[in-house]
């Protein structure tokens, strides 16, 4: 059988999990979230009473939570909730409404409760409008847990695509042969994706060729300046003996009667330049 005061007396003088001490001043608070007002005492011991009420938020939406002696035998329908309204006189009407034969102390309680939980939640949206730094707490374990986590999963993520890659190798080559059934599918798509890749990289080097002047006819252009220069050279060298041959006669020097030695024009066959030719007379010692 269901009694109050038997309930009190074991949760006062004995244990109770909800009971919070403070010795400095000396006063009992509960830790029940059905607890109307927070105090550790027989009105407000939510576990004692077997007619209780309170106020609770959630996410914004207060609810009225009662409690009867005639749904005390299943505790799981034992608490009735009630959801109120947005409208601050409408809630009160409510709670008037839901608990008009309750006891007075009981009403007011809860309706006080209500009014403090409509304070709680304007101050709350009041600061969330406003704008400024934020505190954030940082767990440090937790954060260096995470931090390991991250470098084990990046060292198996490298080790894993390295495995893939020389797998994929070796398929390319025919290592395996059919020994291993693999999808097929799924292969050639890597391979297909792998050969657009290289298009794009061929196509990447197209667009960075650079266009320069061809160099073959300027190399062609300077070796017929260079055989030009070469049979100009050889033409004064031959008009040099030439004078100097006509010279040696004139004076009527012995090494005049030697015909001039033929040199080999060191012109190709195939130069254009203009030909000099020479005609040289020789006179006998004895006709003069």
């Given at each position: 059988m269901h009694n109050d005061e038997t309930l009190w007396h074991c949760l006062n003088h004995d244990y109770c999990s909800f009971k919070v001490k403070i010795k400095t001043p000396k006063q009992n608070f509960c830790r029940n979230q059905y607890?109307?007002?927070?105090?550790c005492n027989k009105v407000s011991c939510p576990l004692a009473n077997s007619q209780y009420a309170t106020i609770l938020e959630e996410e914004g939406v207060s609810f009225l939570y009662m409690k009867t002696v005639e749904r005390a035998h299943t505790p799981k329908y034992m608490w009735e909730r009630?959801?109120?309204?947005?409208?601050?006189l409408q809630a009160l009407e409510q709670i008037s409404k839901h608990m008009e034969y309750w006891p007075d102390h009981m009403i007011n309680r809860c309706k006080q409760r209500l009014?403090?939980?409509?304070?709680m939640l304007i101050r709350m949206r009041k600061l969330s409008m406003k704008e400024g730094p934020r505190l954030v707490p940082i767990k440090k374990k937790t954060e260096r847990r995470e931090q390991t986590r991250e470098l084990k999963a990046e060292t198996a993520a490298k080790v894993d695509l390295a495995i893939e890659k020389e797998l994929l190798e070796r398929l390319k080559q025919g290592t395996y042969g059919d020994i291993y059934n693999f999808p097929q599918k799924?292969?050639?798509?890597?391979?297909n994706q792998e050969g657009e890749a290289q298009e794009e990289s061929e196509e990447e080097d197209e667009d960075e060729t650079e266009f320069i002047e061809d160099m073959g006819d300027s190399d062609d252009f300077s070796e017929e300046e260079d055989e030009a220069e070469?049979?100009?050279l050889g033409e004064m060298e031959e008009l040099d003996e030439a004078v100097r041959d006509m010279e040696d006669i004139g004076s009527g020097r012995p090494g005049a009667l030697r015909p001039p030695s033929k040199k080999r024009r060191a012109s190709s066959s195939r130069s254009s330049g203009p030909r000099v030719e020479l005609e040289y007379e020789e006179e006998m010692e004895g006709g003069r």
């Open positions: 607890n109307v007002t927070g105090l009630v959801k109120l309204s947005r409208n601050y009014t403090k939980i409509r304070q799924q292969f050639d798509n890597i391979l070469v049979e100009k």
